[in-house]
């Protein structure tokens, strides 16, 4: 979360072209989304499970980033694929992440429909779909937030790969029931009906975007500035128990 942030400081400084990031979590994480209450995680499970507790800086609730693939978009909103409503910047980027899923063979995605009879929201992400969010077979496949600061948008998202979707659940303390969340949720293996890798998934996803918004990808790394700046925000902000345990 520290270095998607200090990526977005380094786009609004004009210091760094826009950026696609792909990347994966080591330990597993349970992330809660910005305003999401801390007290919605079962603290003792989550320990014994192995996995570490972060807020994310964009909203909605909680995802267990484990056996998963991430990507974050950062751009200036002067640049014609973010621009406009959060909904209008939302779809288009949407767009990329549809193509890329159709490169890896995935066929009846549904990306372009409000969420009708919405159920109550529950503490789980990917419990419910939001509006224009990616599904499959009436299932959602894609969570994805997004932040604007300093006229840049931050938009990230989680991509489940394999795994039981439902492991999130005994890590909460309202306990979902995991077979609810099974139904409205699923992974990339489950719908493909066929085993990926991370790099095959990163691949098709960053052809779908450029091919999708007509962009030139360049392959890049952090600059030293955008470490530095990542280094403070983690020690300042994403790693102190003022960030992550309020709300």
């Known amino acids: 979360m520290a270095i998607d942030e200090a990526i977005l400081q380094a786009v609004a400084a004009g210091l760094v072209l826009p950026t696609l990031r792909f990347y994966a979590w080591e ?97 789980v992400c990917f419990e419910v779909p939001a509006d224009y969010e990616i599904t499959v077979g009436g299932r959602k496949l894609v969570g994805s937030a997004q932040m604007r600061a300093g006229g840049v948008v931050l938009q990230h998202g989680a991509l489940p790969l394999w795994g039981d979707i439902t492991r999130i659940c005994a890590l909460l303390v309202a306990s979902p029931d995991p077979a609810h969340v099974r139904a409205r949720a699923t992974t990339i293996v489950e719908a493909l009906g066929r085993p990926v890798t991370w790099d095959e998934v990163a691949e098709a996803l960053a052809a779908g975007f450029a091919e999708a918004l007509n962009l030139r990808l360049v392959p890049g790394a952090l600059t030293g500035q955008e470490q530095t700046w990542a280094e403070e925000l983690r020690a300042g902000k994403y790693a102190t128990d003022e960030w992550t345990h309020r709300g």
């Open 27 to 123: 330990p597993g994480c349970l992330s809660l989304g910005r305003a999401q209450p801390w007290t919605d995680v079962d603290l003792q499970a989550l320990r014994s499970a192995g996995f570490d507790l972060v807020r994310r800086p964009t909203g909605g609730k909680a995802i267990l980033h484990v056996d998963e693939l991430t990507y974050s978009v950062i751009a200036p909103l002067t640049l014609p694929q973010v621009a406009g409503s959060i909904v209008e910047s939302y779809r288009r980027l949407s767009a990329g992440l549809v193509r890329g899923l159709e490169r890896l063979g995935m066929a009846g995605l549904v990306a372009d429909r409000r969420v009708e009879n919405r159920h109550p929201a529950g503490p």
